[in-house]
């Protein structure tokens, strides 16, 4: 089992930052591809971005390319999703997963995090 608890959302203008970060506790970290996915109001949850064990390899979703950059540290068992350029359609509840690879497919990822708000404003 592993237990995901993520963090850093909130409120920010369009054109902010944030950073969210998820901590991972329970089996070895090193053990998972981490992927972060998001759920729009009345939208499907969609995939945002993943990175592989080692955090040598990462994806992301056209919409984010160039503006979001996903991380990890092994040591501190948390994977991050820095968020710049914001933009009003990034609003969503934003989730973690931990999965056996790294890939854009939801059903592929066996443990979630309960989410976090991010909203951006206008």
């Known amino acids: 089992q592993v237990q995901l608890v993520e963090s850093g959302g909130g409120l920010v203008q369009a054109g902010g930052s944030l950073r969210l970060s998820c901590a991972a506790s329970?089996?070895?970290?090193?053990?998972?591809?981490m992927g972060w996915f998001r759920q729009a109001p009345g939208k499907e949850r969609e995939f945002v971005s993943a990175?592989?064990?080692?955090?040598?390899?990462?994806v992301y979703a056209d919409s984010v390319k160039g503006r979001f950059t996903i991380s990890r540290d092994n040591a501190k068992n948390t994977v991050y999703l820095q968020m710049n350029s914001l933009k009003p359609e990034d609003t969503a509840v934003y989730y973690c997963?931990?999965?056996?690879?790294?890939?854009?497919?939801?059903?592929?990822?066996?443990?979630w995090g309960q989410g976090t708000q991010v909203t951006v404003s206008s």
């Open positions: 997963a931990a999965g056996w690879g790294m890939t854009m497919s939801q059903s592929d990822y066996n443990y």
């Open positions: 990175i592989t064990r080692s955090g040598s390899n990462t």
């Open positions: 329970g089996r070895p970290f090193t053990s998972y591809a």
